[in-house]
């Protein structure tokens, strides 16, 4: 089924909406959810809290790539379920590695400038993204985006785990010096 159709069923608030997502959506939410939490349980309540949420905000919302929109709300599920998990002990977990290679990318500030930051923020990262060789742009978001391990990145790519810690490197040189640029770091 087409998702401008998915989108109509919700819309419609029609249940078959939630079993064509789960159909057609339902291996990608659970591969996002798998990467950042690492269990299947959890992955499975983060994808299950996705349809809901999806549910509750398609009447306000109609998005244009609801693949997009599903993962991002699947991604933030499961990140913060990993951050309730990880609240009382601190490390592990591929997702905490994955962000923690990006802290020095980003700029600390305070609550009220942090909101207005965060959305200049992640506009000039979409805009470096976009701006990528295919090829960089595809490790950059397996490895920052679905928080897959670096291991099944050179596994699926066909490189070596050198090459891709090697280019993660690199584009996160690139991105700081990018966001240097764009006065946000």
Known sequence: MEDAAIVDLYWARSDRAISETEHKYGKYCHSIAFN????????????????????????????????????????NF?????????????????GALALEELSDCVPDGTDVERSVEERELERAVGRFVAGLPLRERTVFVLRYWRLVPV?????????????TKSMLF????????????????
């Open 78 to 94: 499961a990140l913060n379920l990993l951050k309730a998990r990880n609240r009382h002990k601190r490390g592990g977990g591929e």
């Open 151 to 163: 291991e099944e990145i050179s596994e699926r790519l066909g490189f070596s785990q050198s090459k």
């Open 36 to 75: 950042i939490c690492g269990t299947r349980e959890d992955a499975e309540e983060c994808v299950s809290d996705t349809w809901f949420s999806a549910w509750n905000q398609m009447p306000d919302k109609r998005p244009t790539a609801l693949s997009a929109f599903l993962g991002c709300i699947t991604r």
């Open 170 to 185: 690199r584009t996160r040189k690139k991105l700081r010096a990018y966001l240097r640029e764009e006065g946000l770091c």
